[in-house]
């Protein structure tokens, strides 16, 4: 029986028990399977990067904060997970050698209107490393299960037909081709490009949960079939790291088209963060997703002259059609003659 439930959680700010070890290979290991940048795979070609040193991918650094959270207190709780993320801001990079730990803060709570088994507790947490400097923080509501609703729906939530916007999408699509990347001013505002698909199979659900995300309908079958979702499915920041592989493998196809014209190839940048991340349905063991990314707007970086900033929307529709996960994030793209 889960010892915190929707009513145990009130205004106010709780350091999260327990702290992560960084090391360099769990770093290069996670870069090279979810986003294999130099500065996150190569010492001496992070040394030479804006980073100055090798740094852990950002999507890990969300993995670090929800084991904390998850080994904290979420695996002792009634959660039925969280439908997205309000905000997520990238501080500082998380090097080898860092040591972690998580404060959290309860913002407000609400009982759900359509469903009274279930509560709305709205979080905000800061992942911290040893000498006290926030690295990440995030914003996003949980869902929660009430003390006098003890027993969760069996059945797995209804995932009605795709409609006919998100039908458009061949889930089958195969990435598009690749000219070189253009530099920020060439960059297209309103161009949409399929990165590229991912399928979510039982044992690569559970060896991402496992690490980063170990709660019960991630990483135990018998468990999931018997909550709320009705079977494993995949952790939501499983569901973005897979995103941030197809996004990786098309910057180097396009440095690789630059370099067989004899080009010298576009550099990206870091990402601040992003906004309103949804996870609308469910991914099942065996759903395959397919990835794109649309240029929203773009826009010259006050602070960074040399480097543009590009806002998008990430999106991944299942094999059925539909839009099961999107986000608005942004990048910095390197300007012309910088």
Known sequence: MPRLHFEDFRPGAADIPGSIAVTKDEIVAFAREFDAQPFHTDEDAAKRSFAGGLIASGWQSCGFLMRLIADGFINESSSMGAPGIEELKWLKPVRPG???????????????????????????????????????????????????????????????????????????????????????????????????????????????ARRYDPQPFHIDPEAARD??????????????????????????????????????????GPSPGFRDLKWLKPVHAGDTLTFRTTVVDKRVSASRPDWGLVLSQGTGHNQAGELVYAFNGAGFVERKGR
């Open 98 to 208: 860092d040591r972690l730990r998580a404060r959290r803060t309860v913002l407000e709570t609400k009982a759900s209107r359509s469903r009274p088994e279930m509560g709305l507790v709205r979080f905000y947490y800061e992942l911290l490393n040893q000498n006290g400097d926030v690295m990440l923080s995030q914003r996003n509501w949980s869902m929660l299960g009430r003390r006098d609703a003890e027993t969760h729906p069996t059945a797995a939530p209804e995932r009605g037909p795709a409609s006919a916007a998100d039908a458009t999408f061949a889930p089958a699509a195969a990435p598009d081709e690749v000219e070189p990347a253009p530099f920020f001013e060439d960059v297209p505002v309103g161009e949409t490009v399929v990165l590229g698909s991912y399928a979510f199979t039982a044992d690569k659900i559970i060896a991402f």
């Open 227 to 268: 909550s709320f979702y009705g079977g494993l499915i995949a952790s939501g920041w499983h569901t973005g790291s897979a995103w941030m592989s197809r996004l990786v493998e098309r910057r180097t196809r396009q440095r690789d088209a630059a370099l067989a014209r004899g080009e010298r190839p576009v550099n990206f």
